[in-house]
């Protein structure tokens, strides 16, 4: 069915762990993506968009919200975003929309682990300055779901009215899926996780365990399912009058890895190309990346966790492999819903997005994952915006913005797109200007980042901020009396700190300054006051 112009439907696809150039068409000459390189190609590429944060929990609350963590409340992942936030599901929802959301949500908890902070040796305290929010905060929690068969979501859940959840990563994934699989196919469910894996010897992120052959099969993988539960509610919602908002979110690229079937070996590690930062002369890494490569020199990196190391080249090299094919996997469900999009008649007037919560490491500076350390690979996401009448009329050659993007700007943008205004407090940019082609009111980013973990030999938890603008990306941690500085456009590896280079010193200050600035027009807003005093 038609909808009006100005009541688009919305199809957003969101990966996990999935940094830009780790798809065509964002210049990646070996992982085949077509089908989400054609939205590309019929729409707008956002080449310059960054998250509010380089962590799943609070950039995801940021994608629903419009808001910095330090506003939203969901700081770093272990504080589920409070229930009191809204978010731009809601007010579609409001306005009359449908809304789904298919696949991982992570606004809430989900291990079922204890939080490594504060630590026992930390100086003792009496209860919290924030008040405990009323509401159910254990509706993504892992526990539950698998010991308790009737319990389920309280909807609305931050906005969607339909939710098929599915919790944690892998092949033992839980939530909706995992009941699924044991209801229709209880012998396929005995035979997940690595315990049961076809054996992998040669493979070193198998003994970490960050990787391991599933004997899931290809149409029952959890990525298969999301692509299917999507189509069941696109048929759902075809039937309908109201617009829709339809959320498929994958909980892969992220590791460990378990790509099914011929996902696994579609790539080889001895084909992968690693990342001209991979052989950086290690004397010119600033201290914390010294120090990562030193615990991996003494055979002390941490591997088993999701947590960021240090690795070999044979590690890099299988994690990009595994990584090409877990996309490639998830490339050809988009196929199959967009098909399906096409032959519900929807696609006439849905706007569809692309983009993905955050990056990781794949060698850079010889890393895996993600963790404090902004290089472009972690904090630069794919955004992008496909409109119907671009797919209609078949544009192959996409509008590619270098406007300085964010996670924040995706709430606005859309409001605006469906004719909704924002609320007090988003602090986001509608791309729509951009979109058109206009500039954008802002010359730089502020990221945040919040962490449990104490690295790098720091006395304490990691906490930074990051300044991006066009040219540079300064970073600075709390209790360093150093910080990064990198000049992208002579140096788009960032393998050069100038934090120290007499000559940048006015540059560094400047840039401090902008931080600043930015931090606080990026301070909470909401709410309005209610009166002069």
Known sequence: MTRPPSRPNFLLFITDQHRADHLGLY????????????????????????????????????????????????????????LSQVTFVERLREAGYRTGLVGKSHLQNMTGLPPVWPRPQDPPTDGEARRPEAGRFDQEWGPAWRDDAGFDMSLPFYGFGDVQLVIDHGDTTGGHYRRWLEQHHPEVAAL?????????????????????????????????????????????????????????????????????????????????????????????????????HAQRDAGRAVKHTPAMFACTEREAREALALNYGSIAHIDD???????????????????????SDHGDFFGDHQLLWKGPLHYQGLIRTPLLWSEPEARAQAVTAPARSQALCSTIDIAPTILMRAGCLPYNGIQGLSLLPAIAGQSLPREALLIEEENQRTLFDFPMRTRMRTLQTARYRLSVYEGADWGELYDLDHDPTESRNLWHEPALADTRQQLLHELVQTMIAHSDASP???ALA
Request: aromatic share 8%.
């Open 528 to 530: 309005n006051p209610t």
């Open 27 to 82: 210049g990646n000459d070996v992982v085949r993506t077509p089908n989400i390189d054609r939205l590309g190609r019929h729409g707008w590429v956002a080449e310059r968009c960054y998250v509010a944060s380089p962590i799943c929990m609070p950039n995801r609350a940021s994608l629903l919200t419009g808001r910095m963590p330090s506003a939203h409340g969901a700081r770093h992942n272990g504080i589920p975003l409070p």
């Open 192 to 292: 997940c996780g690595q315990a049961h894996a076809i054996p992998t010897p040669d493979y070193a992120l198998s003994a970490a365990r960050q990787a391991w052959r599933t004997r899931v099969p290809e149409t029952l993988s959890t990525t298969a399912w999301i692509g299917a539960r999507t189509i069941d509610l696109l048929e759902q919602y075809a039937q309908e009058d109201a617009p829709f908002m339809l959320q498929c979110s994958f909980p892969d690229p992220h590791h460990p890895f378990t790509p099914p079937g011929r996902y696994w070996d579609m790539y080889r590690p001895e084909d992968m190309r690693l990342p001209a930062s991979f052989h950086d002369d290690a004397a010119l890494a600033p201290p914390h990346l010294r120090w990562m």
């Open 333 to 355: 469900t988009i196929g199959r819903v967009m098909a399906r999009l096409a032959a519900l008649g929807l696609d006439r007037n849905t706007v569809v997005l692309f983009t």
